[in-house]
């Protein structure tokens, strides 16, 4: 055995197989990253140039309403767009990291593990204000009003909540989105901000915006040059949103880098309040979280505030709801009695089915073998009448009984298939913790429309956004 300074090195033939393989997994390394690369700068274009179209809705905007939409747009594509910049940056450096430790190292620990990824949805959130009694019951004098939304992000996920205007006659701010995050890992942070912008009752247009001749004219030519420019910048305008936009203690916040001013026209939003929620905040009931405040009674953004927030907070990791392995498998339901079934592992179970057609047809399986965080497995000897080894099931009921289910492949390889499957379902039921106790229910959300934009018929506003539901949803 080679040691120089207790470090051991191995020397590879040139050109050996084993040479050609690591060039040929670096060289399909390296496409990947092209790949990937190339995605992340495409929705970074998408962004920006929906970026651009709702700058130019912003400044043509001739309503209140209009202009609390488009200026949610803006913050909403700029938040985005940071967070893809700092994606790229982070795969960028990961590939550094990478290059550089395959030419220190060949090949990576065997035993190195990702947990699986998850659905994590958020709903009925509600934000409770504290208004004093002279201004809730007495109720004189005008109309303290502001125009409020959250908008929320799950790494570089982005969603943003319908806007809610909200005053004394309010008791609660109340978003009935359900908003769910498709690539979840166990160690998410979901960040909730809430943005306001005092509403002024007497709008001034911006000087951009159109007179009412030009605007039904530019309305009705969608069609052409211009109308298309705006409705390509918009084409992305079905998704949702958050961030480090405009965050502060009543001021605007400055461009975020590498994007240029575009509107300064228009209502500004500001961050009142913001919280972080992860998987220990998860649980299937409506839940009460604290809420850390960013303004003052100074601003004219301000809400009085409780400092809680409510909300559903449900979470389905992959492994509760798609199979991590099925085949045919052999049960010993009495000593040396055998039965030939067909077994699925998926969530909480080792469903057995008298065949596959059984398990398409949704049939009932003949029994359920329980499986938790708390189950243990091992293999044993070759027995006289197998020629594989058999797997052990053990799970502990409620009872402290252990219950042992004994089960056998038809190869070798199918029991390192299953064993390698049990384990890393094992894994991922330890990091998800308690989002694997059972199957959370999640909601799928209806296509969302706007209630607070009341724009009239035939204006530039209301014609892109029956475009764009008409095309996007």
């Known amino acids: 055995m080679f040691c120089r300074n207790q470090v051991s090195r191995t020397t590879i033939a040139r050109g050996s197989s084993l040479d050609l393989e690591i060039r040929r997994l670096g060289h399909f390394n390296t496409l990947t990253d092209l790949a990937q690369d190339g995605e992340v700068q495409r929705q970074i274009d998408r962004e920006v140039r929906m970026r651009e179209g709702a700058s130019k809705l912003l400044a043509a905007c001739s309503q209140r309403d209009q202009a609390l939409e488009a200026s949610k747009s803006l913050l909403t594509c700029n938040t985005r767009i940071l967070a893809l910049l700092s994606q790229l940056q982070r795969m960028r450096e990961a590939q550094v990291l990478q290059r550089v430790g395959n030419r220190s190292c060949i090949g990576g620990s065997l035993d190195e593990r990702l947990p699986c990824m998850g659905n994590v949805a958020i709903s009925d959130l509600r934000i409770p204000l504290m208004w004093k009694d002279l201004e809730y019951f007495k109720s004189k004098g005008e109309l303290h009003r502001c125009a409020v939304f959250c908008l929320l992000q799950c790494g570089r996920e982005i969603y943003d909540t319908d806007l809610v205007m909200a005053d004394r006659t309010l008791t609660d701010i109340c978003f009935e989105d359900t908003?769910?995050?498709?690539?979840?890992?166990?160690?998410?942070?979901?960040?909730?901000?809430?943005?306001?912008?005092?509403?002024?009752?007497?709008?001034?247009?911006?000087?951009?915006?159109?007179?009412?001749?030009?605007?039904?004219?530019?309305?009705s030519s969608l069609g052409c040059t211009s109308g298309r420019r705006i409705r390509a910048a918009l084409e992305s305008a079905a998704c949702g949103t958050i961030s480090n936009v405009e965050r502060g203690d009543g001021g605007g916040g400055s461009p975020p880098p590498l994007l240029p001013a575009l509107c300064t026209e228009g209502p500004k939003?500001?961050?009142?309040?913001?919280?972080?929620?992860?998987?220990?905040?998860?649980?299937?009931?409506?839940?009460?979280?604290?809420?850390?405040?960013?303004?003052?009674?100074?601003?004219?953004?301000?809400?009085?505030?409780y400092g809680s927030v409510c909300c559903r907070l449900a979470a389905q990791p992959l492994c509760m709801t798609q199979q991590v392995i099925s085949g045919r498998i052999k049960i010993e339901k009495e000593p040396e009695c055998w039965t030939d079934i067909y077994g699925v592992l998926k969530g909480t179970s080792l469903t057995c089915y008298h065949s596959q057609e059984s398990m398409v047809a949704q049939e009932e399986p003949l029994f359920t073998i329980a499986i938790n965080k708390e189950t243990r497995i091992h293999v044993s000897e070759r027995?006289?009448?197998?020629?594989?080894?058999?797997?052990?099931?053990?799970?502990?009921?409620?009872?402290?009984?252990?219950?042992?289910?004994?089960?056998?492949?038809?190869t070798p390889q199918d029991t390192q298939r299953w064993m390698e499957a049990f384990w890393q379902h094992f894994y991922d039921m330890s990091q998800w913790k308690q989002c694997c106790n059972g199957l959370m229910k999640i909601e799928v959300p209806s296509p969302r429309k706007s209630h607070l934009v009341t724009a009239k018929q035939g204006?530039?506003?209301?014609?892109?956004?029956?475009?764009?539901?008409?095309?996007?949803?």
């Open 179 to 219: 908003i769910i995050f498709k690539e979840a890992s166990p160690c998410f942070e979901l960040r909730v901000e809430l943005y306001s912008t005092c509403v002024v009752e007497d709008f001034s247009p911006g000087p951009g915006a159109l007179g009412p001749r030009r605007h039904n004219r530019l309305s």
């Open 383 to 410: 027995g006289p009448l197998h020629h594989t080894q058999s797997i052990s099931i053990s799970t502990h009921t409620r009872g402290d009984e252990a219950v042992t289910h004994t089960l056998v492949t038809h």
């Open 459 to 473: 204006s530039l506003y209301h014609e892109i956004g029956r475009w764009t539901e008409r095309n996007l949803l």
């Open 269 to 305: 939003y500001h961050l009142l309040a913001h919280t972080t929620l992860t998987i220990a905040h998860v649980q299937d009931s409506f839940r009460t979280h604290d809420l850390s405040i960013s303004a003052t009674g100074e601003c004219a953004f301000w809400l009085p505030l």
